[in-house]
């Protein structure tokens, strides 16, 4: 069955300092791929997306995400996070008419 | 453009009672999709809708019905809720089946007491 995995619950960085967010899947195929970001008592906001093609793709906020096929793996990055950037962020995966998402990741960020 | 609309924003039901969530959008959008999202449960599909008179089950859609008659709206029924049912529920647009990429609305907050 289609999954998607997040393995940190919740991460901490200091404003200033890199992140990068953790995203695997389980699929027979490649999926599309997404990066979701929560505010908090906010609906969802998308930050990026890759269908195919080059395989680092950027986002809105200053985020990036890189697909690696070998790995099931689609792992978001921003060089130096900003305390505005406290939120939930989830990976999703959609193929078949479906969109699945992954349990999110709370990132805190200290100042 | 209101994009996607939900009523209400909150909502308290007492163990039974039966209520229809309400979700609208104004892009023409094919795609329509209702999401419960749980503290450390992500958010899980409840039913989908690829586009007028069709719908389909996500992970999670015992006690809950759908219909899709016109494009625009794409209600969420609660037929006896449950205390299980309370979460915020989110309904979510995009311009097609092949597309994904998805616009949300702002959310409904449901208790079941």
């Known amino acids: 069955a289609q999954s998607v995995t997040q393995p940190d619950i919740h991460i901490t960085v200091s404003e200033g300092a890199s992140l990068e967010l953790r995203c695997n899947y389980s699929y027979g195929a490649t999926p599309y791929l997404f990066w979701y970001v929560q505010s908090p008592g906010q609906g969802l906001q998308l930050l990026l997306k890759y269908f195919s093609g080059d395989t680092l793709v950027q986002g809105i906020k200053g985020f990036e995400a890189e697909f690696k096929r070998s790995q099931s793996s689609f792992n978001l990055r921003k060089p130096s996070v900003h305390w505005s950037d406290a939120a939930e962020y989830f990976c999703?995966?959609?193929?078949?008419?479906?969109?699945?998402f992954g349990k999110g990741t709370r990132l805190h960020i200290l100042p | 453009n209101a994009g996607v609309t939900q009523t209400p924003k909150f909502q308290v039901l007492k163990t039974g009672q039966s209520m229809t969530l309400q979700c609208a959008q104004d892009?023409?959008?094919?795609?329509m999709s209702w999401y419960r999202q749980d503290p450390g449960m992500g958010l899980r599909l409840i039913h989908y809708?690829?586009?007028?008179?069709?719908?389909d089950q996500g992970e999670v859609p015992n006690g809950y019905n759908v219909s899709r008659s016109t494009t625009e709206d794409f209600p969420l029924r609660l037929l006896s809720a449950a205390p299980s049912q309370t979460s915020v529920y989110f309904c979510?647009?995009?311009?097609?089946?092949?597309?994904?990429?998805?616009?949300f609305g702002p959310g409904t907050r449901l208790t079941v007491t």
């Open positions: 809708s690829v586009g007028a008179g069709i719908t």
């Open positions: 892009m023409n959008h094919e795609y």
């Open positions: 979510a647009s995009s311009y097609s089946r092949g597309n994904h990429e998805q616009y």
């Open positions: 999703a995966v959609g193929r078949d008419d479906k969109i699945i």
